[in-house]
């Protein structure tokens, strides 16, 4: 992103603010692994996407037309000896010159400072309950300006969550972002097509992981956007299965669930294939049913559809399939309004992506579903889970889980999958396995 991008968003965040208003935003905080050792730092996404600003120890203040400047950055010093031990800092001058503060200041300083920014606003701008420390020092803030009444000085006396205005803004995304996260899929394919070439009986999950992240670092994503899922067999049916610690078996397919995150943005695909490389006939007819879902629920994305629209398609295409096969039956509208598909298909067909893997946005506004706006980018993921050991669940079946998910911006006219240079149909994956072999 460049500095115009960030400068635009808090200009758009001010417009709504309004006057005698004041916006408090910190980044995350640094997370201990174990001893002195840190988890790698990941900025807050809702203070990243105002400023754009890397480093840990930050509150970024924005406040409309402060005559000194609207953009305010409390962040830490450049310090010689602490950067020889832990890497550089931009300082106070780096803040303003690179990352396009108006003003910065020490973040030790910031309980001296920021109560004076806060005299005479009416309102506070500040998601409480992320952080209840620092919103102990917000409400310490405030108690120490309404002291100072009997001056003439006025503390705000209202409270406004930023959540709800910072998240319709980032569900639309600009350009830049929409670059970034195609960008993301992009690498991704690559890292799952390399994935479909290396795997083969006799592997170990965690290799095939291995495979997924230095295909992400070697194009330039430095960090996977969650934890990957490389299922096989049996683990294919986990939902959220990460130990990825478990031999490949000839036989079996292998589901994996991950994406590359780059500039801050994330992507999610999943693809499931054959160990071996070749599908059995159980495989290939759940398969199907799989795509046939998903193809038929990204269908359904575009303007003017409401959110649960790729829902049920889906929905209708999983359960009309399992009828078919002879998993479920009965009526099909009866086995719809019984939700008779939901031991097999739990979960729903996608979510809001962006910064977070699992973005922000309502999904209703007004107690009804949100309707489809082009910059909205969503996933599109049904899935069929058939674990061994289910009541009535015939043998053949057994252990065959299919997820198949890609990554659909909402275009003007429809929708444009950012993610589909990973291949998913099954004459496209057997073809690229079969080549590796």
Known sequence: MNAREFTRRRKRLMDMMGNESIAIL???????RNNDVEFPFRPDSDFYYMTGYPEPEAVAVIIPDRPHGEYVLFCRERDPHKETWNGKRAGLEGACDIYGADDAFPIEDMDDILPNLLEDKERIFHTMGNDAVFDQRVLGWVNEVRDKARTGVNAPDEFI????????????????????MRKAAKISAVAHKSAMQICQPGLMEYQVEAELVHKFMQQGSRISAYPSIVGGGANSCILHYTDNDEELKDGDVLLIDAGAEFQGYASDITRTFPVNGKFTRA??????????????AIEEVKPGNHWNDP???????????????????????????DHAYSTHYM???????????????DYKVDGEWRMLEPGMVLTVEPGLYLPSGTKGLAKKWWDIGVRIEDDVLVTKDGYDVLSKDTPKTIAEIEALMSDAA
């Open 161 to 180: 969550s930023l959540t709800h205005i910072l998240h319709d803004m980032r569900l639309y995304k600009s350009r830049q972002e929409i670059t970034a």
């Open 311 to 337: 829902h049920e398609a889906a929905v209708k295409a999983i359960t009309e399939g399992l009828l078919e096969l002879g998993i479920i039956k009965g009526k099909l509208s009866t086995l719809l309004k």
């Open 347 to 361: 979960h729903r067909t996608g979510h809001w992506l962006g910064m977070d893997v699992h973005d922000v946005g």
């Open 283 to 296: 495989q290939k007819d759940i398969y199907e049913v799989v795509l046939r879902a998903q193809l038929l």
């Open 26 to 32: 910190p980044t995350a905080s640094v997370c201990l």
